[in-house]
C-alpha cells in the first residue's frame, strides 16, 4: 500500500531529525538518494539504527566504531556513501 509506505517513510524521517548537525547532514542526502528505492529491509535497517543514541549512531557512521550485524552494516555503508565528511579513517 502506497499510503503505509508513505506513512512509514514520514515516520523514519521524523526520526532522522537529530541534535548532531553532522547526522542532520548525512540524513538529508541520503533521502535525497535512497528515498524512492528504500525497501523494507533497508526501512528495518534504518529504523533499528535510528534507536541508537546520537553519539553512539555518529560513532557507527563516522567508522569509530562497527557493528556485526550484516544488515545493520549494509545501512551505515549506505550513510557513509553521502556523508559529506570525505574522510573518515
Request: charged fraction near 40%.
Amino acid at each position: 500500500m502506497e499510503e503505509d509506505r508513505t506513512a512509514r517513510i514520514n515516520r523514519l524521517k521524523w526520526h532522522c531529525r537529530r541534535a548532531l548537525l553532522e547526522l542532520d547532514l548525512v540524513f538529508d542526502r541520503f533521502w535525497e538518494r535512497y528515498e524512492e528505492t528504500l525497501d523494507e529491509q533497508g526501512e528495518a535497517a534504518l529504523e533499528r539504527l535510528l534507536e541508537e543514541e546520537d553519539h553512539d549512531l555518529w560513532a557507527l557512521v563516522s567508522g569509530r566504531d562497527v557493528t556485526e550485524e550484516p544488515q545493520l552494516a549494509a545501512m551505515i555503508e549506505r550513510l557513509r556513501e553521502v556523508s559529506p565528511i570525505a574522510n573518515f579513517e
